[in-house]
């Protein structure tokens, strides 16, 4: 196992780092998850009457693997809708306890459906399509609720709800008689009385959260709930009033007040407030205060107060917090001496960020500023505990996937945790898994956002192409086609999508070359081609798109066909005509029509008088080497390798083009360098069989003899592998070829013996 590079600190709380047991494989847990999500019809059918899905019959699924999969449902960007939801219409066989739905579409019928598994906790978060008949319904299967969490823009309790519970004479809101954790957001608009009848029935509580509500008077509202143990206030207006009602709850053991709001951080004397409330409330072992002025200005008033740089924590120097939010407090609390808490949130130094990055993680405003200190730790400092960071900046990207801020910090700090740990990132499959798949779901949000997509190219770049990110393929592949299709033009984005999706291309085989046809390659990169023949701008964008095409049509002939389907014989030939002088242009363009030419059945789209003028004249190019009069004559040899018959046109005649093609040939220097890639020979050595057309031998022999003298250890293999020796013995004892052509299958021959027989443990001795 490799060293754990998490440097684990003992008072961060965290789980195990990612790079712990890095080496260790995905589990197949994880990947039968994965493989149910998105092939659902594995385990479920479609119902005749709702078209909705249900479970197969004969099918019965444990509660911990229903909860599961809702839960990689939401990971994995997938729709919760009432399609999905009605798997778990059949409480016999599905069973939840614990539902988060997090941001979601689903409606009161789809919640009926879930709340109808006596559920134990119950999280709505931002779910906006639901109404306040979802809070009859939570009345009706609440009995078993243990937790509850409304989110914002879950808008169950309208303005006018208040109004309507006057008329119709409850005394309730909604009842859940065993609740322990309630936790409504954003609440506005409201009156004081609402939560007093909405908290009444609740006198169980020991959990409360009240974020960003509005109206809460002073408190009252709280005053029976006499087992209350956490207490949060973030973000609410006017807490000083508060602030005896807050004393008398004796139980409580945490307490937030922390703000984000410039208009409510400073309270009257907020020493006075601070000490009154830490000394009213013996219980606390956890007090954030972040954002706020409670902490003072670090000056002591009186002599007594000495013993702490925060005058109101006095009492509590011989009896630290364990936990204490400090973030953003005015005059820089944590960066003060004598802090009575073992865990302090703030951004003195690396640890109080990381604290502060798990504390508010639920927090998109302060996660996001988190996030950017946690950046320019790794940008312009040393990280001690990359393991935690990296687990940080990944749950906070998959939390907050649609919040812009937090996915472009994010994606930076990726980079250069990436970038800086790439030794470590080697074994750890299911760590560079992770990262992959959180970079592919901001990017898939925000792919309209220059920042986000150049910032998810660039990790990327730092992957090896395609091994890492072959389990990501098609997402992989739609994010950077609309970066080269659907961002500026002419911009970083474009250029580096374009440059990753030709990496991805060349080293790619089979269906997954089909598939990069299938969604679009070809049609996005003549897009572009034609976009720059409008502007007569020849760049780098406009070379790698060709090249693209170049490596998309190898060996599938059906993308060859997307090609010419697509018109691109005519861009071949006004690319040709506007930029006569660009060599590596000519190259890959040459190189594109060689891929074409190999597929039998559309060779004859080549065989028109324009077509076979260029490739001929093509014949005597010096561009690039010999790369353009090489790929020309491999154009030629594969459309006369179908006999005279198909040669239809009259100028330029066929022999006179096969003429050129033999001197051509001939002036050919056969220790040249090659700027070409050969996964396969076998196009090569069917034009052997040739025996009509000795020209098309030609060509292939010198090709043969060329790469396996210049490159022995990479081809000789290949020849012989493919049967290719074969093919040049029988060559050599048949009578029709020319002198000239047996001569070069003789050292294609010899090349691979000589390869074969050579003593490489002399070399290396030597």
């Known amino acids: 196992m490799p060293h754990c590079m998490c440097r684990h600190s003992a008072t961060i709380p965290t789980e195990t780092c990612c790079f712990c047991n890095s080496s260790v494989p995905e589990k197949l847990l994880d990947i039968c998850f994965n493989y149910i999500n998105k092939d659902l019809e594995s385990i479920c059918e479609y119902t005749g009457y709702s078209g909705y899905l249900k479970l197969k019959d004969g099918i019965s699924l444990p509660v911990e693997i229903c909860e599961r999969l809702l839960d990689v449902r939401f990971r994995s960007l997938c729709n919760v809708d009432s399609n999905f939801i009605n ?144 207490l949060i206030l973030f973000n609410v207006d006017n807490i000083e009033q508060m602030v005896p009602a807050i004393c008398k709850l004796k139980t409580l053991t945490h307490l937030d007040v922390s703000q984000t709001r410039q208009e409510h951080r400073k309270f009257p004397r907020p020493n006075v407030i601070l000490t009154t409330i830490v000394e009213s409330l013996h219980n606390l072992t956890s007090l954030d205060i972040s954002g706020t002025n409670l902490a003072g200005t670090g000056v002591a008033e009186t002599v007594k107060s000495r013993g702490s740089d925060i005058t109101g924590l006095k009492s509590r120097v011989s009896r630290p917090f364990y936990f204490l939010g400090l973030y953003e407090t005015t005059h820089d609390a944590c960066l003060r001496h004598d802090i009575p808490a073992k865990l302090i949130a703030g951004n003195a130094n690396e640890e109080q960020i990381l604290i502060s990055a798990l504390a508010y993680m639920e927090r998109t405003e302060m996660l996001q500023k988190v996030l950017n200190e946690l950046f320019h730790l790794f940008r312009f400092e040393t990280c001690q505990y990359i393991g935690q960071a990296l687990n940080v900046v990944l749950e906070a990207m998959n939390k907050h996937l649609h919040e812009r801020h937090i996915q472009i910090s994010g994606s930076a700090t990726l980079f250069y945790i990436v970038k800086g740990t790439d030794r470590e990132l080697h074994d750890a499959v299911h760590v560079k898994r992770k990262i992959i798949s959180t970079l592919l779901n901001g990017m898939s949000i925000h792919r ?150 190999e597929v039998k059945e559309l060779r004859h789209y080549l065989i028109t008088p324009e077509y076979l003028t260029v490739f001929s004249d093509l014949l005597e190019s010096k561009c690039d080497g010999i790369e353009v009069s090489y790929n020309a004559a491999g154009v030629i040899s594969h459309i006369a390798s179908d006999g005279p018959e198909a040669w239809t046109v009259e100028e330029p005649s066929r022999q006179h083009v096969l003429n050129k093609m033999v001197t051509a040939i001939d002036s050919w220097d056969l220790s040249s360098h090659r700027n070409i890639n050969y996964r396969s020979f076998e196009p090569i050595l069917d034009l052997l069989k040739v025996y009509h057309t000795p020209e098309c031998q030609r060509w292939a022999v010198w090709a043969l003899a060329n790469l396996t003298k210049v490159y022995p250890e990479k081809y000789c293999h290949l020849v012989e592998k493919e049967g290719g020796l074969v093919l040049l013995q029988e060559l050599m004892e048949h009578p029709d070829p020319p002198v000239a052509i047996k001569k070069y299958a003789d050292r294609v021959i010899e090349n691979c013996w000589k390869f074969k027989n050579y003593d490489w443990q002399q070399e290396l001795d030597g």
């Open 448 to 597: 309209n956002d220059e920042t986000m997509m150049r910032n998810g190219c660039l990790t990327l770049c730092q992957f090896r192409i395609p091994l890492d990110v072959l389990f990501e393929y098609e997402r992989l592949v739609e994010v950077l086609l609309y970066a080269v299709h659907g961002m500026t033009a002419e911009s970083f984005v474009q250029r580096i999508g374009i440059y990753l999706l030709n990496s991805l291309a060349c080293q790619i085989d089979g269906y997954q070359k089909v598939r990069l046809g299938e969604l679009g390659a070809i049609n996005k990169m003549i897009w572009l081609i034609s976009e720059r023949l409008d502007r007569g701008y020849c760049d780098d964008v406009l070379e790698v798109a060709w090249s693209t095409m170049w490596n998309v049509t190898d060996e599938t002939p059906a993308n060859c066909r997307k090609f010419l389907e697509n018109n691109g014989m005519d861009y071949f030939l006004m690319c040709l005509k506007r930029f006569t002088d660009k060599d590596d242009l000519l190259r890959n363009m040459m190189g594109l029509l060689g891929n074409v030419a």
């Open 87 to 230: 798997i778990f219409k059949d409480t016999k066989n599905t069973r939840l306890k614990r539902v988060r739905l997090r941001k979601s579409n689903i409606q009161d019928h789809d919640l009926e459906v879930l709340l109808s598994h006596q559920l134990l906790e119950l999280d709505l978060g931002q779910s906006p399509e639901l109404t306040h008949n979802s809070v009859k319904l939570i009345t009706a299967f609440g009995s078993s609720l243990l937790s509850l969490s409304v989110g914002e823009e879950t808008n169950i309790f309208p303005r006018t709800y208040y109004g309507d519970l006057q008329r119709v004479d409850q005394d309730f809101i909604f009842l859940a008689p065993n609740l322990r954790r309630f936790a409504l957001k954003s609440c506005q608009c409201l009156p004081a009385q609402f939560y007093s009848v909405l908290l009444r029935p609740l006198g169980n509580l020991t959990h409360l959260d009240l974020s960003h509500c509005s109206s809460l008077g002073k408190l009252e509202c709280v005053g029976h709930l006499k087992n209350l143990r956490s």
